[in-house]
């Protein structure tokens, strides 16, 4: 009798196995295909308030270089950089003097978060560029430090993005985590990793090894900042490394390069000189927690 149960719940353990394993198989089958990669983002160039299918446009690079081209104004330069050949990332040159950094997001809209559409409107921006990085479960929950004006919507993690990106009015600024504190910058966003410190690469070989993604990316470069993005998944080691390589073609110097959260997050984008046009690469219609802004002073 004893074998004989023993067998019994050895048999039902087997089967609870196996339908157990059915369900968290098929979990996993879409939480693998929810956490891969994006391939491709929308890009184009769209009258204000953008429509669904407007963003089913992608725009080859080139393609999209020259709407941002014609969207230019003075104290904004865009760059087309080539990587083996190809174009690799859009890059605009941003003259401080002429325009003013503006952190937006959940804490001027309770925790609703903003589109880039949106902000653009509501906070009479030319340029903006996004996002801060997220929580997986929730998008619109700051991982990390969100300083805005002033008020801490979500606290300093020691560990992880190991930079802070800070908004004053003059401009930009970069320090490590470990070096922040309240007062620094008027707004301030915990971001990472660093990509380039001091002038120089801050990347590990080792980030070769990690997936691909899209990327957008801020510099900090004196009297100027560069806003950037990829046009092609990348590793941050490869965008560094060129960017670098293109400063020096230009003969511009930035200090500091950090990460914004990249994939599905990414976002640059600009409103054209009469703001019922906008251009962008990314999503413009979907809420972000933080997004980085410009306009003109």
Same mark, same amino acid.
């Given at each position: 009798m004893v074998k004989l149960l023993s067998r019994l719940a050895w048999t039902v353990f087997v089967v609870l196995v196996a339908v157990l394993s059915g369900c968290d198989s098929s979990k996993s089958v879409l939480s693998v295909s929810a956490r891969e990669s994006a391939n491709r983002v929308p890009a184009g160039e769209s009258l204000l308030p953008i429509a669904s299918a407007? &963003?089913? $446009?992608?725009?080859?690079?080139?393609?999209? *270089?020259?709407? *941002?081209?014609?969207?230019?104004?003075?104290?904004?330069?865009?760059? &087309?950089?080539? #990587?083996?050949?190809?174009?690799?990332?859009?890059? *605009?040159?941003?003259?401080?003097? &002429?325009?003013?950094?503006? #952190?937006?997001?959940?804490? $001027?809209?309770?925790r609703a978060g903003v589109t880039a559409g949106d902000a653009m409107a509501r906070f009479d921006l030319r340029l903006i560029i996004g996002s801060g990085f997220v929580s997986e479960l929730n998008s619109l929950s700051p991982v990390g430090l969100l300083q805005m004006n002033g008020s801490v919507l979500s606290e300093l993690q020691r560990y992880g993005y190991t930079r802070i990106l800070g908004v004053r009015s003059e401009g930009l600024g970069v320090v490590a985590s470990r070096e922040y504190h309240i007062g620094m910058f008027t707004s301030a966003l915990q971001v990472g990793p660093g990509i380039v410190e001091e002038g120089k690469l801050d990347i590990s070989e080792r980030d070769l090894e990690r997936p691909k993604y899209f990327r957008t990316?801020?510099?900090?470069?004196?009297?100027?900042? &560069?806003?950037?993005?990829? $046009?092609?998944?990348?590793? #941050?080691?490869t965008l560094g490394k060129r960017l670098l390589e293109y400063l020096v073609e230009v003969e511009l110097t930035c200090d500091e390069v950090v990460n914004l959260a990249g994939d599905r997050e990414v976002i640059l984008a600009m409103a054209t000189d009469d703001e019922s046009r906008l251009v962008y690469f990314g999503h413009p219609n979907t809420a972000k927690a933080s997004l980085l802004g410009f306009r003109r002073r």
């Amino acid at each position: 009798m004893v074998k004989l149960l023993s067998r019994l719940a050895w048999t039902v353990f087997v089967v609870l196995v196996a339908v157990l394993s059915g369900c968290d198989s098929s979990k996993s089958v879409l939480s693998v295909s929810a956490r891969e990669s994006a391939n491709r983002v929308p890009a184009g160039e769209s009258l204000l308030p953008i429509a669904s299918a407007a &963003l089913e $446009q992608t725009m080859a690079p080139r393609e999209l *270089f020259e709407a *941002f081209k014609r969207a230019e104004e003075p104290g904004i330069r865009t760059h &087309l950089i080539d #990587l083996d050949g190809k174009p690799s990332m859009i890059v *605009f040159e941003i003259d401080l003097a &002429l325009f003013e950094p503006l #952190l937006v997001g959940v804490g $001027q809209n309770a925790r609703a978060g903003v589109t880039a559409g949106d902000a653009m409107a509501r906070f009479d921006l030319r340029l903006i560029i996004g996002s801060g990085f997220v929580s997986e479960l929730n998008s619109l929950s700051p991982v990390g430090l969100l300083q805005m004006n002033g008020s801490v919507l979500s606290e300093l993690q020691r560990y992880g993005y190991t930079r802070i990106l800070g908004v004053r009015s003059e401009g930009l600024g970069v320090v490590a985590s470990r070096e922040y504190h309240i007062g620094m910058f008027t707004s301030a966003l915990q971001v990472g990793p660093g990509i380039v410190e001091e002038g120089k690469l801050d990347i590990s070989e080792r980030d070769l090894e990690r997936p691909k993604y899209f990327r957008t990316f801020v510099a900090t470069c004196g009297t100027r900042t &560069l806003i950037g993005a990829s $046009q092609v998944p990348m590793h #941050l080691h490869t965008l560094g490394k060129r960017l670098l390589e293109y400063l020096v073609e230009v003969e511009l110097t930035c200090d500091e390069v950090v990460n914004l959260a990249g994939d599905r997050e990414v976002i640059l984008a600009m409103a054209t000189d009469d703001e019922s046009r906008l251009v962008y690469f990314g999503h413009p219609n979907t809420a972000k927690a933080s997004l980085l802004g410009f306009r003109r002073r």
